[in-house]
């Protein structure tokens, strides 16, 4: 099992700039690729952003593309998304998760995720 940890959510005006966090602990030498989630009330946790964990190969859904940024600090078992022009849209709850188990090449589903932090609160006003 891995225990992630998210931070560095809080609230930006549109336009503005925003860089979460995410820890992790234990088992983190069987991690295949971590990734960004996020959900808002009443709608699925949809896919943000994944990096295969060895080669650092990323990937993003098509409506983050050029706004935001995936990476990982392997010493620090640590992933971070940056996120840049941030629109009122993205205000979410943004989970981070780890897949152990490879399932796809480029994992974007939450099923493909074993292990999930707790989220942290994405606010953005117009």
């Known amino acids: 099992q891995v225990q992630l940890v998210e931070s560095g959510g809080g609230l930006v005006q549109a336009g503005g700039s925003l860089r979460l966090s995410c820890a992790a602990s234990g088992r983190t030498s069987s991690v295949y690729a971590m990734g960004w989630f996020r959900q808002v009330p009443g709608k699925v946790r949809e896919f943000v952003a994944g990096i295969r964990w060895s080669e650092g190969r990323s990937f993003y859904a098509n409506s983050v593309k050029g706004r935001f940024t995936i990476s990982r600090d392997n010493a620090k078992n640590t992933v971070y998304l940056q996120m840049n022009s941030l629109k009122p849209e993205d205000t979410a709850v943004y989970y981070c998760?780890?897949?152990?188990?490879?399932?796809?090449?480029?994992?974007?589903?939450?099923?493909?995720?074993?292990?999930w932090g707790q989220g942290t609160q994405v606010t953005v006003s117009s």
């Open positions: 998760a780890a897949e152990r188990h490879r399932t796809t090449v480029l994992p974007t589903t939450p099923s493909e995720y074993e292990d």
